[in-house]
């Protein structure tokens, strides 16, 4: 398919540095771009990508540069392996849009299997901090065992999130969904939704196309 108003036509580098902004999901400067994709995001490219087409933000106040994907940067990459390679490095340019077209289709079967609402985002920040995922696991079940009275008893999302204010929501998330797979762990919505305070409703984690509230860990 050719480049379309959604996607426009970019080179095999502009694509590349989109690309590694996706994956670390985080702000990189220039030192951290040449080492991870083998350039620096700079001149026509950066000019191109910034300010012509609004998909990356630079940072100028300090040096090196550090560059972000813009809100349009990350739709826009999600539909790149919906356009044919640019001519030039065409093959490895294949191989990068290949990958995506797998990486998104993988998303939306985890979506689809366990119910759970993930951006593209929010996939690569649970990756990114996929080495300290245990270490989440390990830092929900302590805050529970902090609230809970006792093995099994019911503990407000709220509360949990509370506990754990340092881990951002997607590392807390991630978490409570891997946890899910252990012995003795429920997630539950809350029986009566009209008594939930907004805390409760802005900390509940979507599951099975729900909302749930509260958590509880057993005896596995």
Known sequence: MPPTDDVPSL???QILA???LMSEARELDNNELKELAGFALTGADNTKLETKLGLVRTDRTHRPYSHELTDKGWRVVRELHTTEPPKAGKSA???ILTLLGNLHRS???LQH???VKLSTGEFFQQQAGSASGSDAETRVRTAYATLAGGPGDWVGLADLRE???DLS???VDGALLALLDQGGVRIIPAANTKALKQRDIAAAVRIGGE???ALAIGQS
């Open 93 to 95: 340019s294949r191989t």
């Open 113 to 115: 299997t366990h119910g």
């Open 107 to 109: 998303i939306e079967q």
């Open 163 to 165: 506990q754990l204010a």
């Open 169 to 171: 929501r997607a590392e």
């Open 11 to 13: 080179t095999p580098n």
């Open 18 to 20: 989109l690309v590694v």
């Open 211 to 213: 909302d749930n509230h």
